[in-house]
């Protein structure tokens, strides 16, 4: 669609007055959030009208598979295809939604219809996180809307957060549990005391967790949202691959223990912050948190995001952050908006917040001063704490306390240390160091404490 056809199918009018005009739709992906995009619209279609003043139609919907789909559920005709490329070059058609999983399809998808003067919705992070600039500029100068609000925490609205209600705030740090997988997974372990494996299966059985989901339990699904909220919040793209990201496949039910005993809790945690001379800290891990922490309540499949702000202070947006109709609403808010511009002819929006960036600089993990948690495994034997604290020494770190809970395997004993705060980089060298112990039964497990808000 030309910009000048918004202008143009805007102006009819009825008795002097703007008239109703229906905003036609084409949907390209019908997997979990495709399907609940879809129930979402028509369930809620009639009040969208009211919200809009306009018709919402949804025109057609393509899918691989979708002659083999049983489609009775939608009550209306649709027109359907296998094919993307006829949604993208049909002329009635204003906005196109993008809910395809595979990145080079996706971008695929994006470029074409934004080439094609179409509008673009697309719930894809790792589209918007690798390729978001590039998109934007596309979307400016075809003179047409890109939203992109699906792409971190589902239903949670936080990207428009950021960038229309607190666009005036300066942001000095934002943190998220931006997976609700993973979430899950340690909230029912902290919960019931249950392993790993068993909140996992659990997890899987609820439809929280994919049958393969190590995209989500190694952190690498938060790693694009972190990404994202980067840019959005500091006008600085970052390169995904340059964001650390740690998982929680080595977290077990004895750190929950010792972790009480510390008034702390573990969650995974996305976080970007400023740093004093320019650059950003930005990372992936599980973290040791104060049980008081904002964050800390967060419980189940929800997402929450802490944004850091040095005017307004803290704002915290929890909410639903996965499966289809959460996400699906979070869809239709920017097909709303855009539609809002289409009846209106206004202006196109600013989906990362920014018109200029400035390149982001990574400041090096490894400087940061952290105090830590550290759990050792090992097979009992005299003098073990004495060789564990020379290494420690040797590498000038403080012990502040040592903790053991009873009642465990001799070949398997668990007891912890928590360090006084010294440079990451330190604690590293030491822990690769203990790890070639013979008296190691697993590798050490070192996560750091923070004194998030």
Not at 76 to 104: A, N, S
Not at 133 to 144: F, P
Not at 246 to 268: C, K, P, Q, S
Request: include cysteine.
């Amino acid at each position: 669609m030309a910009p000048g056809k918004i202008a143009q199918t805007a102006s009819a009018t009825r008795n002097g007055k703007p008239g109703p005009r229906s905003v036609s739709i084409g949907l390209i992906g019908l997997g979990t959030v495709g399907a609940g995009t879809v129930k979402v619209l028509l369930e809620h279609q009639r009040e969208l009208e009211r919200r809009l003043g306009c018709k919402l139609k949804l025109k057609t919907i393509c899918s691989r598979s979708i002659v083999q789909r049983d489609l009775s559920w939608l009550g209306q005709p649709v027109e359907i295809t296998p094919d993307w490329k006829q949604v993208v070059r049909d002329p009635e058609i204003d906005i196109v939604i993008e809910l395809v999983g595979k990145l080079p399809t996706a971008r695929a998808i994006a470029q074409a219809t934004l080439a094609a003067g179409k509008h673009l919705v697309t719930a894809n992070k790792q589209l918007v996180a690798e390729h978001g600039m590039d998109l934007v500029e596309r979307s400016r100068a075809a003179g047409v809307n890109l939203g992109i609000e699906a792409c971190v925490a589902g239903g949670t609205p936080i990207l428009h957060a950021i960038r229309e209600g607190l666009a005036g705030e300066h942001f000095t740090a934002v943190y998220g549990i931006l997976n609700g997988t993973t979430n899950y997974i340690l909230t029912e372990m902290e919960r019931r005391g249950c392993d790993y494996r068993e909140a996992l299966s659990e997890a899987q059985q609820k439809g929280y967790a994919e049958p393969d989901p190590s995209f989500d339990v190694e952190g690498y699904d938060a790693r694009y949202k972190i990404a994202i909220l980067a840019m959005i919040c500091f006008g600085q793209p970052v390169a995904v691959e340059h964001v650390p990201v740690e998982g929680i496949t080595r977290i077990e039910n004895v750190d929950f223990a010792y972790a009480h005993r510390l008034d702390h809790t573990i969650r995974l945690i996305a976080g970007a912050r400023r740093c004093t001379e320019g650059s950003i800290e930005i990372f992936v891990r599980p973290l040791m948190i104060p049980r008081s922490a904002q964050l800390a309540a967060v419980m189940g499949a929800l997402n929450s995001v802490l944004l850091v702000g040095n005017k307004g202070g803290n704002t915290m947006v929890t909410g639903r952050g996965a499966g289809g109709e959460p996400t699906g609403v979070a869809v239709l808010s920017d097909v709303v908006q855009i539609a809002r511009a289409i009846v209106s002819g206004g202006s196109t929006t600013t989906p990362l917040g920014y018109t200029h960036w400035r390149p982001a600089r990574i400041a090096a993990p490894d400087e940061n001063e952290v105090a830590a948690y550290l759990r050792l495994v090992v097979r009992d034997q005299p003098g073990i704490l004495a060789r564990v604290c020379a290494i420690l020494a040797r590498h000038r770190i403080n012990i502040d306390s040592v903790l053991q809970e009873p009642a465990h395997s001799k070949e398997k004993l668990p007891f912890v240390m928590t360090l006084e705060p010294t440079r990451e980089k330190h604690l590293t060298r030491a822990v690769k160091e203990i790890a070639r112990l013979s008296f190691m039964a697993q590798p050490p497990l070192l996560m750091p404490f923070s004194q998030l808000p």
